[in-house]
């Protein structure tokens, strides 16, 4: 693998500002993500893929076909998402390559409060003498998703170099904002054509994830009684008041993300905003147990006619959304999915880990569009921070796998 390729290939898209916009109402929700979406496309023009093209929604589509005498071979899909998040500034990242990194704490030039180390980034231990890459401390670095990216491209520059590595057909796709919850909601299955994926979004090397958190969304409307400040006494309802008092009353040792990991989920509210007459909670609700979102609907609903009742005269009305459900859902149903990519890692020469993921992907939502959609590593880590940072070793070993894994898929049919 040329690593100096993949390391300029990903520098130059950490520095296209694609940051994702969750109050925008157009799609994509920022028309700069197209900005870098044009450049994928021309590279992969340039690269000799013919039928590469961007549609109206910024998606970019292309093929690479198969090479093989097998005509029954699965149409694999490899996505990643070219959005970064809104939580952390993606404008004018400036990366940063600590080459050969001897292991001493990486104090960010443009904001020296930013040290990244083996204290606080453990995974780092076992990186020393590889190649970490950094923002400067202001910004997020954007791995989380162009790593992804990345290593999509030069899998398949690297396909294309080589056409003795025999595949099926390959189709590649890059989605538009998948942080803000919304990456596949104007994307064309029938166009997209393909009979299992791969998204590229993953953390740690080795890392295979199959499952995801069931996500809905809830908002709660608090409506209180208005009057004059200076005549409210016995009168008065304070919407905001209702809103903080149901706030107070969630759970303090549990049911919230800083309680909870592994397989426990949360509720979590995300805005509260309003002022007298009206006030508005929402909320995110996350479990892998998807029936257990209903329970934690329930008693927020609970909690809310608790609160009301504190307030004599008031009212309160709430309404929850789908988002996404667990992948393992559909993966289940099709496990060799997941275990071809576990055994593409063991061939690429490392040792592969099954996890699950206290979040969604892209590959929530495809895997029940038709499209089941494990998530592969790509070594992002410490995401939507401005400590993100990225091992271009473990973006190597992604494209490595990425290239076995078409091997196994030629040879073993579904």
């Known amino acids: 693998m040329d690593l100096h390729s993949l390391s300029d290939r990903f520098l ?24 870098l979406a044009k450049v994928l496309l021309n590279e992969l023009l340039e690269m000799g893929v013919q039928d590469a093209e961007m549609d109206e929604w910024g998606y970019v589509f292309a093929t690479i076909p198969s090479n093989s005498e097998n005509d029954t071979i699965p149409t694999i899909c490899f996505c990643s998402h070219v959005d970064t998040a809104p939580d952390c500034s993606g404008k004018n990242v400036k990366p940063i390559i600590h080459a050969n990194w001897d292991g ?5 030039p443009d904001d020296n409060n930013q040290v990244i180390s083996v204290e606080n980034h453990p995974y780092l ?9 950094t923002a400067s401390g202001t910004t997020l670095l954007g791995a989380d998703d162009k790593a992804g990216v990345a290593i999509i491209m030069q899998f ?19 989605t538009p904002d998948e942080e803000v919850g919304r990456g596949v909601e104007k994307l064309n299955m029938e ?9 590229l979004d993953g953390g740690p090397l080795g ?35 209702m809103a903080s008092a149901f706030l107070c009353s969630l759970p303090k040792d549990g049911w919230s993300p800083e309680t909870t990991s592994a397989r426990e989920g949360f509720v979590h509210p995300t805005s509260i905003e309003g002022g007298l007459e009206k006030a508005t909670v929402t909320f995110i609700l996350r479990d892998h147990d998807t029936k257990k979102l209903t329970e934690y609907a329930e008693k927020l609903v609970v909690l809310a006619n608790e609160t009301i009742r504190l307030f004599p005269g008031t009212s309160f009305e709430f309404h929850q959304v789908e988002q996404y459900r667990n992948m393992k859902e559909i993966l289940q149903h099709c496990p ?28 929530s939502r495809l895997s029940f569009m038709g499209l089941p959609c494990p998530n592969i590593f790509t070594g992002e880590m410490a995401i939507h921070s401005k400590q993100e940072y990225v091992v271009l070793q473990d973006m190597e070993a992604a494209v490595k796998t990425l290239v076995e894994l078409v091997q196994i898929w030629e040879k073993h049919k579904a």
Not at 104 to 108: A, N
Not at 125 to 133: L, M
Not at 191 to 199: F, I, N, S, V
């Open 12 to 35: 130059r898209y950490v520095q296209i500002d694609t940051e994702s916009d969750p109050h925008s109402m157009s799609f994509p929700s920022t028309e700069k993500q197209k900005d």
């Open 125 to 133: 231990k076992d990186k020393i003498g590889q190649d970490i890459i």
């Open 156 to 174: 398949t520059k690297y396909l294309l170099d080589n056409p003795n590595i025999k595949h099926g057909k390959i189709r590649i796709l890059f």
């Open 336 to 363: 060799f999915v997941a275990d071809y990519a576990v055994e593409a890692i063991e061939r690429a020469g490392y040792t592969p880990k099954r996890q699950i993921i206290r979040g969604g992907t892209d590959g």
């Open 207 to 241: 890392d295979v994830e199959d499952e995801t958190f069931s996500a809905d969304a809830m908002t709660f409307v608090f409506h209180g009684v208005s009057a004059h400040p200076g005549y409210a006494k016995g009168k008065m309802q304070h919407a905001m008041k």
């Open 104 to 108: 001493s704490p990486m104090v960010l």
């Open 191 to 199: 166009k997209l054509g393909a009979d299992y994926g791969y998204t």
